[in-house]
């Protein structure tokens, strides 16, 4: 097991070919998972969450039978009680077009206070409310309702 996502971005073992890993940034925030290498992949961009280039140049791929994609999944967790929270628009846009390229997904962030500082578009191009739906994708803010 790799505890951290950047200790999945420094990995030089070639020899692995699906690694579990137990959180995102720091222990305890569930933004791990499982992912496994696709050597056939040579150029896809690391976008944060469900694809992790590695320090040799190998995509890992995060396992998604369970269908659901949470905005920890990307590093992104909510900051209650922050006056000024840290703007984290980038990583959730990444999920937001992640969920909505990967029909009958389930987009899920956690309750509470979350950092924008630019405008965030759901998959069509539009800037809309957060209850939506995309792509037959389905996003839910919990304690706002799903779409």
Known sequence: MIVLISALRANTNANLAAVRVKDYA??????????????????SADDGGSIIVDA????????????VLSLRHFGVVPEDGVSSPTDQSTQIQKWIDKVG??????????????????????????????????????FIWKGMGAA
């Open 26 to 43: 720091t222990q305890g925030d569930m933004g791990g998972g499982l992912f496994v290498k696709i050597d056939s992949d040579l150029g």
């Open 56 to 67: 040799g140049g190998r995509r890992w791929y995060r396992d998604m039978s369970s269908r």
């Open 101 to 138: 390229s990967l029909p009958g997904v389930v987009g899920v962030a956690d309750e509470g206070t979350y950092g924008i500082g630019s405008t965030i578009n759901f998959g069509n191009g539009t800037t809309t409310s957060f209850s939506t739906a995309c792509n037959g994708s389905t």
